[in-house]
């Protein structure tokens, strides 16, 4: 207990209120062989005195990045929400796995509340099904997974040679687990068939449904295509409403990947951006992302509710889902995943809810859109040698800094490409602050902002702008 007290403390004071503190460091840069000397990293026959392993905590923090700091603008996830931190610390001191009401009953009921709560926003008002998972990429894996098995489902006996060659359709802006997903799943990279975006990163339905046409004349059996719902570079929003039409019509699956967009459905103001969502047979949401629950938590979300998801990944093991038991075995909901052991991390999500209410969590979306995302554009537009790269949809702000000597060279994109990589070095090894950077199509490397947190300011916005200029100034 005396560990665990002193642990908690150091936890409290180094990762909590010093990470959120703007006047500390985001991060302490070290390269990894220095790392690797600082942490003694070395596992031995002995183990360590507890005033050593303390020190192991502490050295932990100081030299992991302060995700949760203000002026972290890295990922499309920031920001300390004590609710769902809560909710994690209790989760791992009680240590269940959610597969069965037996072992984690509270854990059960909590993931069915959060999952009709997020499908009634989705627009599925006559329910549908779904589990929590682990992280948006393996959501998108499920998506196709089900999709393959609704169309052809001989596939989870017979293999892949009970399969027709089935292709599926995404945008060229998509994230990059459906390629991943459609090789894991023995489809193929090459049957994945990359739909042209517009100039903004929207899915263009005209080259879906010509794209669809294609695969047909080839001989090939279209079954999936994938929408996005805030892109992870552009943060676009993909035209739901055409596209679940070209579905329709060709009785195509229609997933919906809006893992970091899904948590405008929270605002009557913004929920627009997902018109047609509810015509989805499935979706991947990740409260973790612009909601700020506490990493994990992923749902996957499907409008079938014929049990289409158990039937698809159940193996029966007679060990935990006995059909013969004391209670109702609907409620043994692990036969649904492709995982055994599985946490619950909808209960970060339901805690942080609870307290808040919808009404905080509404305003937490709008004000991410609304005010940050649009202070900082204007600043943007309104600074020399910033240029936006164009107006946001999303809390997605990308620009380029272009340096004075840059600024009078009518070739200036060519040395342009190797500003954000060295302004971004600067930035890691001062650890003032961390924005991320990439190239875009023809669009040479520029920054890309992400505002998610409630605790940015506008004078935390104002400080990346001048702190970008100081760092890049000279080059």
């Not at 945008?171 to 990059?176: A, F, G, I, K, T």
């Not at 339905?205 to 279209?222: D, F, H, M, N, V």
């Not at 892109?231 to 739901?240: E, N, Y």
Request: aromatic share 10%.
């Amino acid at each position: 207990m005396s560990f665990l007290s002193q642990s908690m403390n150091i936890i409290l004071e180094d990762a909590v209120k010093k990470s959120t503190d703007v006047k500390e460091k985001v991060c302490e840069w070290r390269s990894p062989e220095e790392l690797k000397e600082l942490l003694d990293l070395e596992l031995r026959d002995e183990g360590e005195s507890e005033s050593e392993i303390l020190q192991r905590c502490r050295d932990t923090i100081r030299y992991s990045v302060k995700t949760t700091h203000p002026r972290f603008f890295n990922q499309l996830f920031a920001g300390m929400e004590p609710y769902s931190l809560v909710a994690s610390v209790i989760v791992e001191a009680l240590k269940p796995s959610l597969y069965t009401y037996e072992v984690a009953p509270v854990f059960t009921l909590v993931e069915n509340a959060v999952l009709r709560k997020m499908m009634e926003l989705i627009g599925w008002e006559e329910g549908g099904d779904g589990i929590f998972c682990a992280g948006g990429s393996m959501s998108n894996m499920y998506a196709l997974n089900l999709a393959r098995y609704h169309h052809c489902p001989d596939v989870k006996e017979h293999g892949l040679s009970a399969a027709p060659r089935l292709v599926i359709f995404t945008s060229e802006e998509c994230h990059y687990s459906i390629a991943k997903s459609a090789a894991l799943l023995g489809i193929g990279t090459k049957n994945v068939y990359v739909v042209a975006s517009d100039e903004r990163g929207k899915m263009i339905p005209s080259a879906l449904e010509e794209l669809i046409e294609t695969a047909k004349k080839e001989g090939t059996i279209p079954f999936f295509v994938n929408a996005t719902a805030g892109t992870t570079v552009l943060g676009a929003f993909d035209p739901l409403e055409e596209i679940a039409d070209i579905c329709e019509k060709h009785n195509i699956w229609l997933h919906v990947d809006a893992c970091w967009g899904g948590a405008a459905l929270m605002s009557d103001r913004h929920k627009h951006l997902l018109k047609g969502i509810h015509r989805a047979n499935s979706v991947a949401w990740n409260p973790h992302k612009m909601l700020m629950v506490c990493l994990q938590c992923s749902a996957f979300l499907v409008r079938d509710k014929t049990s289409l998801l158990q039937d698809c990944h159940s193996s029966r093991a007679s060990y935990l889902f006995q059909q013969d038991k004391f209670y109702d075995v609907s409620y043994d909901t692990g036969d649904k995943s492709v995982q055994c052991s599985r946490k619950p991390d909808s209960f970060k999500f339901w805690l942080m809810w609870k307290a808040l209410g919808k009404g905080e969590l509404k305003q937490r979306v709008d004000r991410a859109f609304m005010c940050i995302c649009r202070y900082f554009a204007e600043q943007i537009k309104q600074r020399e040698g910033f240029q936006l790269l164009m107006e946001p949809e999303c809390t997605n702000v990308c620009f380029w800094y272009i340096p004075p000597s840059l600024r009078n060279l009518e070739s200036f994109l060519l040395f342009l490409l190797q500003v954000a990589p060295a302004i971004k070095e600067r930035m890691m090894k001062v650890g003032s602050m961390m924005v991320g950077y990439q190239t875009h199509k023809d669009r040479v490397n520029f920054f890309r902002m992400v505002l998610v947190s409630p605790q940015v300011s506008t004078e935390d916005a104002d400080f990346v702008l001048d702190e970008m200029h100081n760092l890049g100034k000279d080059l």
